[in-house]
């Protein structure tokens, strides 16, 4: 494994010290972040923003600075607004090929049916107000289109793969879609070559040192494109080979010290889902404690670079932390936690 690999992650990613000013910079800072559960997703970028609190982050996405999208590998991500077509562009072509058969087999989504469900939800969308997903889905039942049993998401997943649409900002607690024209302003289309080249250094910036493997996992590439990408970027990266592994990394990032700060990661945060391999920040004997075999991924403890523990919110209605730690926990180790959930708490508007 690299030296100081975990070290140099954390910098990198924005946790042992924030990544940016503001909420749309910590987003743009790691290129794109996992936010499938919404709630987690905000703490994620304000754990990586300076002084930033709940508020701020929601602020953020209701004012179309962030945009929450499906960009690649079928799930929903945060990216700063002026990210949003180039990584579509580039990535979701890819997942919608290996998704068409099955929308059209288990339902009933074949070309002619999407086609039909697009001029409906433009028409749905055409005013420019953010619409719930409620609201669109009886759009899709007045127009024939049955939402039930998922064909609504998966027509609305569809349609943010086309660049159509995007979700806009929370009602509630429900999600509201906008027609990504009315939301994202137009850019110039980018070459591929010139799309993997902005790919590569922008996820090296805030994931890096990683391989080309964790490349292709995270942006859904196939090896040899992940492998053409880094090759296109190689004169601004930095490598190194070992036991048989070769690790990236932008040639600007700092060197950094081994560090010993404590901090609690939300639900699917980057610094896990963010690589193929796990194994130099979660031992292999605990990862079915940490990401069940669905895929859920929960909050993290992370002391000295490594998952130490998993935690939750107590209850829905206090911000207490319930901790179940994989290894016995010291004294100091406990007093660690307890002040990174003070930051989680601050972060929140809990002023305990």
Not at 119 to 143: F, H, I, K, N
Not at 212 to 230: C, F, I, N
Not at 261 to 268: G, Q
Request: glycine letters at 6%.
């Amino acid at each position: 494994m690299l030296p100081s690999l975990t070290a140099r992650r954390l910098h990198a990613q924005g946790i042992s010290a924030p990544a940016a000013a503001s909420p749309a910079g910590a987003v743009r800072h790691l290129c794109a972040m996992q936010a499938q559960d919404y709630h987690a997703a905000l703490w994620a970028v304000g754990l990586r923003t300076k002084g930033a609190t709940l508020a701020q982050v929601e602020d953020a996405i209701a004012g179309g600075e962030i945009v929450r999208t499906w960009p690649m590998r079928g799930t929903l991500h945060l990216l700063a607004r002026d990210d949003v077509r180039w990584m579509v562009a580039l990535l979701a072509p890819r997942v919608q090929a290996a998704n068409a058969a099955r929308i059209s087999r288990e339902f009933g989504f074949d070309m002619p049916t999407l086609a039909h469900g697009r001029r409906v939800m433009e028409q749905a969308l055409s005013s420019g107000t953010p619409v719930t997903r409620s609201d669109l889905y009886a759009r899709m039942e007045t127009a024939g289109i049955a939402s039930a049993h998922q064909r609504g998401l998966h027509l609305l997943n569809w349609l943010a793969h086309e660049s159509v649409i995007c979700q806009g900002p929370r009602h509630g607690k429900q999600p509201t879609f906008v027609l990504m024209d009315a939301w994202v302003p137009p850019s110039a289309p980018l070459g591929r070559d010139e799309a993997l080249h902005r790919l590569t250094q922008r996820y090296l910036q805030g994931h890096g040192p990683a391989t080309a493997a964790d490349l292709a996992w995270w942006s859904g590439l196939t090896q040899k494109d992940a492998l053409r990408a880094l090759t296109l970027a190689d004169s601004a990266l930095e490598k190194e080979t070992h036991d048989g592994t070769t690790w990236w990394w932008r040639a600007d990032a700092p060197v950094t010290a081994r560090s010993r700060a404590i901090h609690l990661l939300p639900a699917f945060d980057e610094y896990l889902i963010g690589y193929r391999d796990r194994a130099p920040v979660l031992d292999v004997e605990h990862t079915r404690r940490v990401i069940s075999i669905n895929g859920l991924v929960s909050a993290t403890a992370i002391i000295e670079g490594r998952v130490a523990a998993t935690w939750k919110r107590a209850t829905a209605s206090n911000t207490d932390i319930a901790l179940e730690p994989l290894r016995a926990l010291e004294e100091a180790e406990h007093t660690g936690i307890h002040r990174a959930a003070q930051h989680w708490r601050r972060f929140l508007g809990d002023a305990r």
